[in-house]
């Protein structure tokens, strides 16, 4: 294993801090438990908090910020965060408006986020994303797991929250969100947990993993690896059949890297992605391409779409202002 690291132990408060350092004008990290807020906290606003495992980055702790999340707890590696973690978490952010956890569909993350929000001294809704149509079950959840589609979650209702509007309908809009996105991911390679020191899965160098999970968690099926085109068309098949749109949909289409995947390839991904899209009648009119949600080293990636209506272009286009997403500000 050939990582920048110091002590397996340390990774991820170091880590921590050196994001909390390079972007201290938007966040302010506290250790012990450990968890992100924003520098300058909000006032009189639904606080949207979210987490989840780390080596996902730039989820969650890259959201947060102006038109995204208040808050974000980061378990270990590929670890769900702790009861605590979130508790402290939202008491930091708390806003007067009640707290809205956005949560991927993880059996660990569910029930400490479960536990977290029966312990709250106040208000609180939860947004389950379950956007991974690779698969109905997997080892980690019970019916999708939530992937990059998250990050679309956010967004949307992390915009609505600045507006004032009430727990229930950021709630609302985030479920809204969720039934309209789906995503699905292929891998070329397997990552490495630091703690484990070698690969997770073992995959041979003329296969591929059609329809893995975020932490390496079986596909659909392992098969020969095959032109891109080829492989595309069986993701946005899948993602197609799993959505039905109408023709003529408007949508947003997310090409997701995996952690070592060249731009040169996910903009490859895009172009072929969107022509499918087209020919399906599908209109891609909001695009974003890069490493989003990330499986620490994995090479892969994954497919994102977003059937838009003009509440979720409204709050999607909104004014933005975190480590990873900038726009109209």
Not at 75 to 82: L, M, R
Request: proline share 4%; charged share 20%; with cysteine.
């Amino acid at each position: 294993m050939k990582k920048f690291i110091n002590k397996i132990d340390d990774v991820l408060v170091e880590s921590l801090s050196g994001f909390a350092a390079a972007h201290h004008d938007l966040v302010k990290l506290n250790l012990d438990p450990n968890f992100l807020t924003r520098q300058q906290k909000s006032n009189n606003k639904v606080a949207i908090i979210s987490g989840g495992g780390s080596g996902h980055e730039p989820l969650h702790a890259g959201y947060i910020g102006y038109g995204m999340l208040d808050a974000a707890c980061p378990g270990h590696v590929f670890t769900s965060p702790t009861p605590d973690q979130m508790l402290a978490a939202a008491e930091a952010a708390h806003a007067d408006k009640g707290i809205l956890f956005i949560v991927k569909n993880y059996a660990g993350d569910v029930m400490n986020f479960e536990m977290a929000a029966e312990m709250l001294p106040f208000e609180s809704a939860t947004v389950l994303t379950s956007d991974d149509c690779a698969v109905i079950n997997s080892t980690y959840t019970t019916g999708r797991r939530g992937v990059a589609g998250t990050v679309i979650v956010e967004k949307c209702v992390g915009s609505l929250a600045e507006t004032g509007a009430t727990l229930q309908a950021c709630k609302t809009l985030g479920d809204k969100v969720n039934s309209r996105t789906a995503s699905m991911g292929v891998a070329l390679t397997s990552c490495t947990v630091p703690a484990a020191g070698r690969p997770t899965f073992d995959i041979d160098d003329n296969e591929l993993e059609m329809g893995v999970g975020i932490h390496g968690e079986p596909g659909r099926k392992r098969e020969t690896i095959r032109e891109a085109d080829a492989i595309i068309q069986d993701v946005v098949n899948a993602i197609l059949d799993a959505l039905k749109p109408a023709q003529n949909s408007e949508a947003l289409l997310l090409i997701n890297g995996f952690g070592a995947t060249p731009l040169m390839e996910l903009y490859l991904i895009y172009n072929t992605a969107a022509k499918l899209l087209n020919h399906h009648g599908i209109n891609i009119t909001r695009s974003l391409v890069g490493n989003y949600t990330t499986a620490l080293d994995m090479a892969g990636a994954s497919i994102t779409l977003c059937l838009l209506d003009d509440e979720i272009k409204q709050h999607w286009d909104s004014p933005v202002h975190t480590a990873t997403l900038r726009w109209g500000v």
